[in-house]
Each structure stands twice: as C-alpha cells, then as structure tokens.
C-alpha cells in the first residue's frame, strides 16, 4: 500500500523522520517533545500512535469532511477545546468517538505527557474492495458511529475489560508487530464499535474555556508558592469561580483533586532535591511548606513508599 503523507493533517511544521512500506514516523515540531507513529492498513483507514510531552497548546489541522476518529488515551490526559470555546478532556484510561464536524480546534495535555493511540477512518478515502471486505465480516463503515450520535457531540466511555485487552495488545505491538497484526486488531476494534449503543457512555462534560483558564492560573500561583499556605476558597472567589465549580474542573484537567495533585507535585520535586544530595531533609520540608519534619516524611511515603533518607540512600 502507497504510505500517504498528508501534510495539512500535521501542519506545516511537521515533518517525516522515519519512513517504511507499512509505516511513517513523524516529528509534530512543537515545544518538548511529539512524535506520531501512523501505520496504513487500508485505504481510508490509517492506526496513529500519539507520543507527546509537551506543555504547547496545538491548533487543529484540515481534515476532510468525512472522517471518524477513535482514539485510547493509555497515560495522561488529553484536553481539546472546541470551536464554541467550550473545553473537555479524554482521561487516562478511557475512549472517545469523534466526526470531523466534532473534532476540536485545538489539542494540550495539562499533565505535558500523553501517550494515545488513534484508529482513523477518511469515509472519502475508502476503496471499493476496503468496503466490500469489511461489509462481508460484516462491518458498514458508513454507519460507524451513528449510533453513538458523534454527528453532534463526543462520545466516551472506559472500556470494558475485553476492549481493554485489545487496545493492550494495540499498545504492546507497537514497533515490534508487522502491520498485518495491526490490520486484525482494527478489524476487532471496528467490530466492537459497531455493536456499542450510548447506554453504557459516560457523561462527558464540557466547561467555559474562561473557568478552565481561571483554573489553571489557580493551579499555577499554588505550585509557585508551595511554602505558603493558601486558601483555595480565597483563590476560587477571587477568580469568580464555586469553589465546588472550580474542584469539579480541576479534577477534569489534572485527573486528581488540588490537594491531591499538589502533594504528588511537591514529593515529585522532593525526590529530584533528594537525588541532588546537598540538601538536608529538613530544609526540603521547608521549602515545600513542610513546618513539621514528620509530616513531610509522611507524605513522602505515601507517594513513594520509602522514606526520605532511604530514598536517597537507595538511589
């Protein structure tokens, strides 16, 4: 099959540094790090691998008209924001359907990694022998998603236990699998897809790009001063923001509640000072608004397992 390089699905700062018969590596060219690995099953029908950590916002590109995308988000968090400057997000773990009409105009990951695998179905581009093959299994590629009402919003839902097994063995197969393997693992996924209803979907909620901004500076001014001790309640009001509407947003963005992120946050930097070993336990508490050594030493275990000094010792 003839590997089709669309450089208006990329843009124009893309470009290829890996290419074969059955695939194409592509370099996204934003801030950090974004790579996309597409391998080409059939025509119209193409399985990407989204390798990125980065903290860019990144525009959409120009895709044609007719195009179905399903896509795994397995580490991170994916937010799009649409072109009704509404905001929404694809958490780890879960799947979401989209039509191009849907597709956002916009793409970040507000934990910087997101590692994501995508199955995308170009309607125009399909032969008529991709068609018939798929109508003998039997598949209709034309009705794919109808009955998931993508033609007006997303939908998503966690996979079940079986469907986590084949997105598993999708992610697995990466590099070391020929593509012929991909095209059976996306002949079970477009099976799956068809026989899914809305009954089992989960809400998936949109919120005002001006409350995820707010949120956001929130989370900002919190982890630029991790030794002061600071009143969320204050913070939401001074944003205009429900202190229930501002958590409720921010578990959506971060995947974790504010204390909960800043604590993973605050050890994370922990373990890098303690890596560093020129300073002393107890300076580090302080530093991350730590009076009580104790309770450092606590919260450290918690997230790592082991206490500070053997962390260091260990490592």
């Not at 063995?169 to 693992?185: D, L, M, T």
């Not at 996306?186 to 998936?204: G, H, K």
């Not at 509407?245 to 204390?259: A, L, M, Q, R, S």
């Not at 002393?280 to 000094?309: H, R, W």
């Amino acid at each position: 099959m003839e590997v089709d390089f669309k450089q208006e699905w990329y843009g124009i700062q893309s470009k290829i540094i890996e290419q074969t018969d059955d695939f194409i590596v592509i370099d996204y060219g934003c801030r950090g790090h974004g790579i996309i690995t597409n391998y080409f099953l059939f025509d119209g029908i193409q399985l990407c691998f989204l390798d990125f950590d980065t903290s860019e916002s990144m525009p959409s590109q120009k895709f044609n008209p007719d195009i179905i995308q399903i896509t795994h988000c397995q580490e991170g968090r994916y937010e799009c924001e649409f072109a009704n400057h509404t905001v929404s997000y694809l958490p780890e773990g879960y799947f979401g359907v989209a039509g191009t009409r849907y597709l956002p105009v916009s793409f970040s990951f507000p934990l910087k990694r997101c590692f994501a695998v995508s199955l995308v179905i170009d309607k125009q581009m399909l032969s008529t022998s991709t068609r018939k093959m798929m109508a003998e299994i039997p598949i209709n590629l034309d009705k794919i998603g109808e009955t998931l009402g993508v033609e007006k919003k997303w939908y998503i839902e966690q996979p079940s236990s079986s469907l986590q097994h084949l997105f598993t063995e999708i992610y697995e197969a990466k590099g070391c699998r020929h593509v012929g393997y991909f095209k059976i693992k996306a002949i079970e996924l477009l099976y799956y897809m068809e026989q899914l209803t809305q009954i089992n979907s989960c809400d998936f909620k949109y919120f005002d790009k001006r409350q995820i901004e707010a949120t956001k500076a929130i989370r900002d001014y919190l982890i630029g001063h991790l030794d002061e001790k600071i009143s969320l309640e204050c913070l939401a009001k001074e944003a205009h923001l429900n202190l229930t509407v501002f958590h409720n947003i921010f578990f959506h963005i971060y995947g974790d509640t504010p204390y909960a992120y800043l604590k993973k946050y605050k050890m994370n930097l922990a373990a890098k000072l303690l890596l560093d070993g020129k300073r002393k336990i107890g300076d580090i508490a302080l530093e991350l608004g730590y009076n009580n050594a104790s309770k450092f030493t606590k919260a450290f275990q918690s997230v790592y397992g082991v206490l500070p000094k053997d962390y260091r010792k260990n490592k």
